[in-house]
């Protein structure tokens, strides 16, 4: 699959390096050196894919991802140099689709990015799918949009991947290990701690008060379900 990607790295030979990987694998690609011109870039070229380095000058990678994980769903794959299972939980955190931590190869980003773009088109909903609203919340499987309220809000593909199963049967319980399976994993080191990050940041999303949440529930020593909420 051949698609627009955007590389946010501040070492222009690392990243010459990485382009040539991705042009010769097909893709189309621009390359930015510092986090500001990322995101300008980002907002104005609307790429499919963007491969974000964490420590970037005048912006850093945490900074744009969060930026513009309010502003769209392109894929986001991070790349850091830190490996602790709490530095690289917190990019998924931030909105990032996957991430890779160096020193990593370029065949392996590349990979890593067929990967992301095959995943995100076969996930992508058929036309039959209808809208589902449980309480306050609403998802259309068809234009990956959800609703609060009528408002909208901005979910990563785990996100909306979590909410989509469990509105399919509202009060259900569902255990971390199954929820992860209906988000494909994030990559190949995902664990299902990486379902309490998204849940976290869906309650941050669609709960009033994220802290009592009424809709997202846990239900400790199993998993998770979704609520309607109080009548």
């Given at each position: 699959?051949?698609?627009?990607?955007?590389?946010?790295?501040?070492?222009?030979?690392?990243?010459?390096?990485?382009?040539?990987?991705?042009?010769?694998?097909?893709?189309?690609?621009?390359?930015?050196?510092?986090?500001?011109?990322?995101?300008?870039?980002?907002?104005?070229?609307?790429?499919?894919?963007?491969?974000?380095?964490?420590?970037?000058?005048r912006?850093?990678?945490?900074?744009?991802?969060?930026?513009?994980?309010?502003?769209?769903?392109?894929?986001?794959?991070?790349?850091?140099?830190?490996?602790?299972?709490?530095?690289?939980?917190?990019?998924?955190?931030?909105?990032?689709?996957?991430y890779?931590?160096?020193?990593?190869?370029?065949?392996?980003?590349?990979?890593?990015?067929?990967?992301?773009?095959?995943?995100?088109?076969?996930?992508?909903?058929?036309?039959?799918?209808?809208?589902?609203?449980?309480?306050?919340?609403?998802?259309?499987?068809?234009?990956?949009?959800?609703?609060?309220?009528?408002?909208?809000?901005?979910?990563?593909?785990?996100?909306?991947?979590?909410?989509?199963?469990?509105?399919?049967?509202?009060?259900?319980?569902?255990?971390?290990?199954?929820l992860?399976?209906?988000?494909?994993?994030?990559?190949?080191?995902?664990?299902?701690?990486?379902?309490?990050?998204?849940?976290?940041?869906?309650?941050?999303?669609?709960?009033?008060?994220?802290?009592r949440?009424?809709?997202?529930?846990?239900?400790?020593?199993?998993?998770?379900?979704?609520?309607?909420?109080?009548?």
């Open positions: 699959m051949c698609a627009h990607v955007l590389i946010a790295d501040d070492d222009p030979r690392h990243a010459e390096v990485v382009r040539r990987y991705l042009a010769a694998d097909g893709h189309e690609v621009t390359v930015a050196h510092d986090g500001r011109t990322a995101l300008d870039q980002a907002r104005r070229l609307r790429p499919d894919l963007l491969v974000l380095d964490v420590m970037m000058p912006l850093d990678g945490l900074h744009v991802c969060r930026t513009l994980r309010a502003e769209s769903d392109v894929l986001v794959l991070m790349l850091t140099a830190r490996t602790s299972e709490d530095d690289l939980l917190l990019g998924l955190e931030l909105g990032a689709d996957d890779l931590a160096k020193p990593y190869s370029p065949r392996e980003l590349t990979a890593r990015v067929r990967t992301l773009l095959r995943r995100s088109t076969r996930s992508a909903p058929t036309p039959t799918s209808e809208t589902r609203t449980v309480g306050r919340v609403t998802l259309d499987p068809v234009r990956h949009r959800v609703t609060v309220d009528g408002a909208p809000i901005v979910c990563t593909r785990g996100e909306f991947a979590i909410l989509a199963a469990m509105s399919e049967q509202p009060d259900r319980v569902f255990s971390r290990a199954q992860l399976h209906h988000t494909r994993g994030i990559d190949r080191s995902s664990t299902e701690r990486t379902i309490d990050v998204h849940v976290m940041n869906l309650r941050r999303k669609i709960e009033t008060d994220p802290q949440p009424v809709q997202l529930l846990a239900v400790y020593g199993v998993g998770y379900r979704f609520s309607p909420g109080p009548a």
